[in-house]
């Protein structure tokens, strides 16, 4: 079931957002250039190209919506664990997990029921994928 956000709780969310932004680029304008693009070049990029990677091929199978918005889903994703990290909170309980559920279901994908519990035995007995180790 398709459900439309009203225009209030839209128009909140992109005015804090934008007032997010606007303090953040203050934030980031603050740190020494030279740190902040070797770090970028380094860990974010690499990161960003990995998750994108998977994503598109995603898209290419038709797995999610051909018109997905992949670059904000890949900002949203990586974005939420660097903004964890610098609030000094961890991760919430299977962080992973639900934000790739979340993510995709942002991008017209359909995320798979959990494991039946014979699966999960089968992966248990057997570890990870079904084979033994």
Known sequence: MERAASPLFRQSCVRFLGDITRRLNRAVGSVEAEVRARYQAQVIAPRRRRLRGILEQAQLLGLIDADADIEVAVTMATGSWYARALAGSPPPPEW????????????????PSPPTRSVQRLEDDHGEGGHHQ
């Not at 992973?96 to 994908?109: D, E, H, Q, V, Y």
Request: no cysteine; net charge positive; charged share 20%.
């Open 96 to 111: 992973p997990r639900r934000t790739a559920a979340l993510l995709w279901r942002s991008l017209g994908g359909t995320p």
